[in-house]
């Protein structure tokens, strides 16, 4: 068979979010597993015969399963997200930030739970998440790599097989390279940037507080550098070098500007309904590739309109 040579249809990338078709134009005769091969450069051989197992191939808009199925001259061979080019059930619950491979980052909400399996909650990222790949792909699987508290929106990351979780996890501080935040804190700070340094005991109530007591608390650290400042509200970007329980929220009550909306940790001001802390920038070393992936999410819009 001569090989073929294909120009695309379409030149919109797909992502999840899109829900869209990605058609090629096959310009020779040739075999279909040989032209998805050549021509759909992001996807390993077995992900693509995963796509015609999964009946998301079509050809001339009728599925074909076949790897040596024969194309000819003009024929439109099409890339659904779908099993035979129709949408899952349900519409995706969650902005998709990134997904290759190995990856999946979403943009969690305000007052969701990461995950909460203990308790059986089913309306937490990783259960929605979960559900909705496994209408697309059954065989889908996603893997808890971190967390992120309730209240705080923004990145947040799962794996999507074993061997990228397991490699993540055992060397976490070493491959993430930046965990930024931003926050809505209260006051006007007279220092615009600085590292906080403490030690943060959970304590009896699930109330968590810093010490200088090494013996008794966990080491934080928390970098800051305000952003834009409005009245008496400041708008600050905060990079954690730790991921304590709460560690943010704990560093700026300590510095006497708590975050608004943060009734646990005292602040007295209520400009959102809702915790004034985003996850904004997730950067990490990936194990499998060694190519570094940036994550990042917009501020959101209430967080903006404080600042016009």
């Not at 024969?70 to 930030?97: A, M, R, W, Y």
């Not at 943060?200 to 109330?207: F, M, Y």
């Not at 800051?224 to 008496?232: D, F, R």
């Not at 007295?268 to 985003?278: A, E, I, K, V």
């Amino acid at each position: 068979m001569k090989k073929e040579i294909v120009k695309k249809k379409h030149q919109n990338q797909v992502t999840p979010n899109d829900k869209i078709f990605h058609d090629y134009i096959c310009q020779s005769n040739c075999f279909l597993l040989e032209f998805l091969l050549e021509n759909v450069k992001k996807q390993s051989r077995n992900n693509i015969k995963t796509l015609l197992s999964n009946r998301q191939v079509l050809v001339n808009k009728k599925t074909e399963t076949k790897y040596n199925y024969e194309l000819k001259e003009n024929d439109i061979v099409t890339l659904s997200l779908f099993p035979d080019g129709h949408k899952t059930k349900s519409p995706c619950p969650f902005q998709i930030l990134y997904e290759d491979d190995n990856y999946i980052a979403i943009n969690k909400p305000s007052g969701m739970l990461s995950v909460n399996l203990n308790e059986g909650n089913t309306k937490n990222a990783y259960i929605l998440l979960k559900d909705y790949l496994k209408e697309i792909n059954p065989k889908e699987q996603i893997f808890i790599t971190h967390r992120i508290d309730r209240d705080t929106s923004g990145v947040l990351l799962f794996t999507k097989n074993l061997m990228a979780h397991d490699l993540l996890q055992d060397s976490w501080n070493e491959l993430v390279s930046k965990r930024e935040y931003v926050a809505v804190c209260e006051g006007i700070f007279e220092k615009k940037s600085g590292t906080i340094v403490s030690y943060i005991v959970e304590g009896d109530t699930k109330l968590c507080y810093s010490t200088k007591n090494d013996k008794i608390g966990k080491k934080a650290v928390s970098h800051y550098e305000v952003l834009k400042e409005n009245g008496n509200l400041s708008l600050v970007s905060v990079n954690i070098d730790t991921g304590r329980k709460n560690q943010i929220r704990v560093h700026m009550q300590d510095i006497k500007h708590p975050i608004i909306g943060d009734k646990k940790y005292h602040t007295n001001l209520t400009y959102l309904n809702r915790l004034g802390l985003h996850a904004r920038t997730l950067t990490f070393m990936d194990p499998i590739t060694n190519k570094e992936i940036n994550i990042v999410s917009t501020i959101p819009l209430e967080f903006k309109k404080l600042f016009k």
